[in-house]
């Protein structure tokens, strides 16, 4: 379990994902999604800004048990809406 203390941050793919809605757990805008994100596409996006992400490819987000789709755990720089703006911009 990651806890505050490891400096980093949890990403999930449905961060960014355009098909799913800000209660089911978007967190970047409508214009900023993407369809079907992938763990691996954003680890890459992570790696090109420089965020040594360590990619869970087993892990499910809590609105989602059923779909093991990963998470990346980022370095914490900044805030995170910044950082996931950031991410969906690469992606």
Do not use: C
């Not at 806890?3 to 355009?18: A, G």
């Not at 490819?57 to 998470?71: D, I, L």
């Amino acid at each position: 379990m990651v806890s505050r203390d490891d400096n980093k941050y949890v990403i999930y793919p449905v961060y960014f994902d355009r098909a799913i809605s800000r209660l089911n757990g978007r967190k970047v805008s409508q214009k900023h999604a993407v369809e079907k994100p992938s763990a691996e596409n954003i680890a890459k996006a992570a790696k090109s800004l420089g965020l040594n992400p360590i990619l869970e490819k087993n892990a499910a987000h809590s609105s989602t048990p059923w779909k093991r789709e990963g998470r990346l755990l980022i370095d914490a720089k900044g805030p995170k809406s910044k950082l996931l703006l950031q991410l969906s911009n690469r992606l």
